[in-house]
């Protein structure tokens, strides 16, 4: 059974830093794309950033480029997203998720994710 657990969200002020981090139970963690989303009360759940199996593609929503990396360590099976100058705007439910990993490389779109974490809350304070 896959398990993804996602850590690290909590309250911070605008501007500040959080770094979120994902523990995948995957036997062969580097056949998946890795992907985080997030859900904001009321909204729908949109693509954050998204990171290929090898590491060495990624890809990012326009707001979160300049401001969120996303990183894996395959040798650990933990996926990463390091999120700077945070906004109130940012308050979420961020979600990781895993996508076996296809030709066509990584992508946005949540319905080819095969794998969920429950998902952790970010708040940020104005």
């Known amino acids: 059974q896959v398990h993804l657990v996602e850590s690290g969200g909590g309250l911070v002020q605008t501007g500040g830093s959080l770094r979120l981090s994902c523990a995948a139970s995957l036997r062969t963690f580097n056949s998946y794309h890795m992907g985080w989303f997030r859900q904001a009360p009321g909204k729908e759940r949109e693509f954050v950033a998204a990171?290929?199996?090898?590491?060495?593609?990624?890809h990012y929503a326009d707001f979160a480029k300049g401001r969120f990396t996303i990183s894996r360590d395959n040798a650990k099976n933990v996926v990463g997203l390091q999120m700077n100058s945070l906004k109130p705007e940012d308050t979420a439910v961020y979600y990781c998720a895993a996508e076996t990993a296809k030709a066509m490389g990584v992508t946005d779109r949540s319905s080819e994710y095969d794998y969920w974490g429950q998902g952790t809350q970010v708040t940020v304070s104005s």
């Open positions: 990171i290929s199996g090898t590491g060495t593609s990624t």
